[in-house]
């Protein structure tokens, strides 16, 4: 992908943004008054990750969505840097050129991150901040989880290199997911209780490409390996986001976010905890009903209107 040398630069940390892919829907009654909600997926995500829950929220908000994806995620586009920094010139450019003046920000993961510090550095472009599965800072509990999903991650890459170059999407899901239930074997007890669905509760990030061939869906020479200290969010002027914030928490993550709150509630005082039981990492996914309902009451459900049948338009 070649980059857009037209694009203003974060003159502070001299970072030129590059372009993010992003999708959109407007639901049928849209309430054109309201800032819109902005998906943003983690790490080895994109936009799919909210398939199951965007539109269902979009309709019962009224309010129109974006789903953006990171660099080197996706479709937007790839570069050999990545960072927080990047990360948060790439969304400051796509609120300015997307003519978003402000947005409730919904973010898992590394997208929970972004979340938290648009919010601490443009507090007046957010209007609240739903956050799954994520620290605002590393103690020795995260930095043990994030280095071993990192190792997981490198063994995936040289397990999918063993795969045949004809390998379906399919087939390679069916190979991979088991190592990661090896290697998280917490996440084994909602694996297993989906499974009779045929379901699963995520996905190995890889997709069938143009040429017919199954790769990563993001740039795994950059992304994997990228130092956590590149990911810290900037905490040395004491910011404090005042507006309504929501962490969603599994019980079982890897991460353990929710057993280090101080810093949260330090930098994001109004904010409200749902620990969920045997969630892992991915909430949207693994418990979407709820991860819907908790979403849209937080963030300001509307009245539906209804049929003469009953059922809402």
Not at 80 to 96: G, K, P, T, V
Not at 139 to 146: A, D, K, N, P, S
Request: hydrophobic content about 40%; aromatic content about 12%; proline content about 5%.
């Amino acid at each position: 992908m070649e980059f857009n040398s037209s694009l203003p630069t974060d003159s502070k940390n001299m970072i030129a943004p590059v372009k993010l892919y992003s999708m959109t829907y407007t639901p049928d009654i849209c309430d054109e008054t309201l800032a819109p909600i902005i998906f943003i997926p983690g790490f080895y995500s994109t936009n799919r990750t909210f398939a199951g829950v965007r539109y269902i929220i979009s309709r019962r908000t009224k309010r129109r969505i974006f789903v953006i994806e990171l660099r080197n995620h996706g479709m937007s586009e790839y570069s050999d840097d990545f960072s927080l920094s990047h990360c948060i010139a790439d969304f400051e450019n796509f609120m300015e050129t997307s003519n978003i003046s402000r947005a409730v920000l919904a973010g898992h993961s590394m997208g929970g991150k972004l979340a938290l510090a648009m919010a601490l550095k443009h507090p007046d472009k957010v209007e609240k901040v739903i956050v799954e599965d994520v620290n605002v800072v590393f103690t020795e509990l995260t930095i043990e989880g994030y280095s071993k999903n990192l190792l997981l991650m490198k063994f995936l890459n040289h397990k999918f290199k063993e795969l045949p170059s004809d390998v379906s999407e399919s087939e390679a899901q069916r190979q991979l997911v088991p190592h990661v239930l090896k290697f998280w074997p917490k996440a084994t007890q909602n694996y297993s209780k989906l499974k009779s669905n045929s379901k699963i509760p995520f996905r190995v990030p890889l997709y069938t490409n143009a040429s017919g061939k199954v790769a990563w869906e993001f740039n795994g020479d950059v992304v994997i390996g990228t130092p956590l200290d590149k990911l810290n969010i900037d905490l040395s002027l004491n910011p404090i986001y005042t507006g309504d914030t929501l962490l969603l928490a599994g019980e079982v993550s890897f991460t353990g976010t929710h057993k280090e709150m101080d810093a949260f509630y330090k930098h994001f005082p109004n904010l409200t905890c749902e620990v969920i039981p045997n969630v892992f990492h991915t909430y949207h996914v693994e418990c979407p009903e709820l991860y819907i309902k908790l979403v849209s009451k937080f963030i300001g459900e509307e009245k539906f209107e209804f049929h003469e049948s009953g059922a809402p338009l």
